[in-house]
């Protein structure tokens, strides 16, 4: 049973920092890429970031280029997301899914597992 569990959201004023997780179990994951969606209330679920099952490669969204870093350990089988100079528009609910692929992937079709998500919540 593949499980995935995000954890580090929270309430941060504007242009704070915030570091999330994704402890995944149930499979090895090193062999697939893993990407972070966000979904705001009342729109559609975002891509925001994804990494290469090595690490090797990643992509962003445009909208937090510069700003957000992913990453991830695969001896630990965790995923992260760090987000600095953090907007109110960024507020939203973050999940993290795995891809059937090695390569980063942005279209939420191209992940077979999701996490329950964790909330960021960013005040002005």
């Known amino acids: 049973q593949v499980q995935l569990v995000e954890s580090g959201g929270g309430l941060v004023q504007a242009g704070g920092s915030l570091r999330l997780s994704c402890a995944a179990s149930g499979r090895t994951f090193s062999s697939y890429a893993m990407g972070w969606f966000r979904q705001a209330p009342g729109k559609e679920r975002m891509f925001v970031s994804a990494i290469s099952g090595s690490g090797a490669s990643t992509a962003y969204a445009d909208s937090v280029k510069g700003r957000f870093t992913i990453s991830r350990d695969n001896a630990k089988n965790t995923l992260y997301l760090q987000m600095n100079s953090l907007k109110p528009e960024d507020t939203a609910k973050y999940y993290c899914?795995?891809?059937?692929?090695?390569?980063?992937?942005?279209?939420?079709?191209?992940?077979?597992?999701w996490g329950q998500g964790t909330q960021v919540t960013v005040s002005s």
């Open positions: 899914a795995v891809a059937r692929s090695r390569l980063p992937q942005q279209f939420g079709y191209e992940y077979n597992y």
